[in-house]
């Protein structure tokens, strides 16, 4: 709890840039979490990053509307600041690990702002910016409440797809994106709008189907 207040406080009175007159246009913020599959003991599910999607319109009988269409990569904004206090670097070490050995958390960091973080600087200016909004949302979905040893959804078991959504759309309220590999859930994807309100995602499900598992270490 303490740790929301403080990100509260950092979020009121972080400076604001001028947006950039070149950003891509996008309808809608994924907040993606990852399964820390590759990291041993109770790690949580830890923040992947903040994307910015289209939505580009499906023709036909598909119960969603839309396929999300990633916008990544974009030009002129302001270079990441690997300067972070302590206080933070500790709280993003725990919710943000990278789950490769030879990747330190740091450069994940880096890597996600480049990527993603650049794309949407009309709302988040700079780099710290964008590590302490993650922080934040991280923070309010609380998502170990639900995927978790000896929660609704236990690790390395079989669940069907929909009774995973359904289960989060009863805890959180909302319908998210799953991604899979294989059978294996990687991400859970939880959409916001541009004014961070949290509602259902409304893009067709394409990669996890029937049954699927998240797969941790023991």
Known sequence: MELTYFLVFLLCFLPTLPAQQNQQIYDILFMVLQNPSTLKGKAPW?????????????????????????????QSFPPFDPKISQKITKALDKAWSSLSATWPNVKFWEHEYNKHGSCIVDLLPTSTDYLMKALYLWEQLKFDEVMGKGKQFEPNTLYKTEDILKGIKVSHNVRPELTCIGNKLTDVRF????????????????????????????
Do not use: M
């Open 46 to 74: 830890g923040i992947h990053g903040i994307w910015a999607e289209k939505l580009d319109p499906l023709v036909g009988p598909s119960p969603q509307r839309y396929k999300y269409v990633p916008v990544q990569s974009c």
């Open 191 to 218: 959409c916001h709008t541009r004014n961070w309100v949290l509602v259902d995602c409304e893009g067709i499900q394409t990669s996890c189907t029937g049954q699927i598992k998240y797969v941790r270490q023991v």
